[in-house]
């Protein structure tokens, strides 16, 4: 996998932070963008969790982008920080159809009646609209599907996502969740791995990875990369770039996303190298040299 610069062109396949924002009070400040991840991937176009502002984000991009070429929308969960622009851009992708058009993949929670976050004049406009099931796969074109992986997150049904494409290499998304004792078996086969850390330290009661989680994964998991995104306000306070590089292993390089990064699905090597120079600290290192963050939490 390879991180590419904005200016350049887009590679074949791809994806495109739309937004790294994680937590209600990142979102609501806009400090990082909310507008989830754009795909392209095996003739599949589509984003994953439309959050705030993610319309804006598909409108400025550069190379440029266009919502009414997307075939594809996912819900990984209902929660508005990845939902809120479904219906806006389900518009774009269907405004020059005669006929409905593209699909939706999300959980059933999000189609509850009277609450349903897709609005009805918007989903008779849909060709397909499918739902998570733990392990279900669903085509989205005639080389990919998308594997379902279930999660648990805040009383809601959350599910992350394992693309699978004839002659190109798998990828994933951990979603909002608490760390979960199978996702080194569903996801060994990724090469890249993307990961919502929202918190530096676990904190009870809250269903997110943390850094910890994500060393204790890598310890059994073997992606070439691994984008940690959707941070929260104190994991931006502390860098995170230097705690990605920190959880960076002889097997897996670890990077923190950034708003309009862009990532090459199908280039060799990874980012080896970038990270190497001067002696490596842990992440339990970064995290005990800042003692005012998440006071009481005993890091072990």
């Given at each position: 996998m390879e991180m590419k610069n904005e200016s350049e062109l887009y590679?074949?396949?791809?994806?495109?932070?739309?937004?790294?924002?994680?937590?209600?009070f990142v979102m609501l400040s806009q400090r990082r963008s909310s507008g989830g991840i754009w795909f392209s991937y095996g003739g599949a176009m589509g984003v994953i969790d439309?959050?705030?502002?993610?319309?804006?984000?598909?409108?400025?991009?550069?190379?440029?982008?266009?919502?009414?070429?997307?075939?594809?929308?996912?819900?990984?969960?209902?929660?508005?920080?990845?939902?809120?622009?479904?219906?806006?851009?389900?518009?774009?992708?269907?405004?020059?159809?005669?006929e409905p058009r593209g699909r939706v993949i999300l959980t059933e929670d999000c189609l509850e009646p009277g609450d349903s976050v897709i609005l009805r004049y918007e989903s008779r406009r849909v060709e397909l609209i499918h739902t998570h099931a733990d392990e279900a796969r669903t085509e989205i074109s005639n080389r990919v599907s998308v594997e379902s992986v279930l999660h648990?997150?805040?009383?809601?049904?959350?599910?992350?996502?394992?693309?699978?494409?004839?002659?190109?290499p798998s990828w994933g998304l951990i979603s909002d969740t608490v760390a979960l004792p199978n996702f080194s078996a569903r996801y060994s086969e990724c090469e890249l791995l993307v990961i919502n850390v929202a918190m530096p330290l676990p904190r009870a009661r809250l269903d997110h990875m943390s850094i910890p989680d994500v060393e204790s994964l890598l310890q059994a998991l073997y992606p070439k990369l691994a984008i940690i995104t959707h941070m929260g306000g104190f994991l931006l306070d502390m860098g995170p770039e230097e705690i990605a590089?920190?959880?960076?292993?002889?097997?897996?390089?670890?990077?923190?996303?950034q708003d309009g990064m862009v990532v090459d699905l199908e280039a060799a090597g990874g980012l080896a190298g970038l990270h190497r120079g001067g002696a490596m600290r842990s992440p339990r290192d970064f995290l005990r040299e800042r003692p005012n963050i998440y006071q009481g939490l005993k890091i072990l």
């Open positions: 590679p074949g396949n791809f994806i495109r932070f739309l937004g790294t924002a994680g937590t209600r439309p959050g705030p502002g993610s319309l804006v984000q598909i409108c400025a991009a550069s190379p440029p982008l266009s919502a009414i070429d997307i075939d594809t929308l996912i819900l990984t969960h209902r929660h508005i920080d990845h939902s809120s622009d479904l219906n806006v851009l389900v518009e774009g992708m269907t405004l020059r159809a005669s648990k997150h805040h009383g809601v049904q959350c599910y992350g996502l394992i693309f699978r494409g004839d002659g190109l590089a920190s959880l960076s292993t002889e097997r897996t390089s670890v990077a923190a996303a």
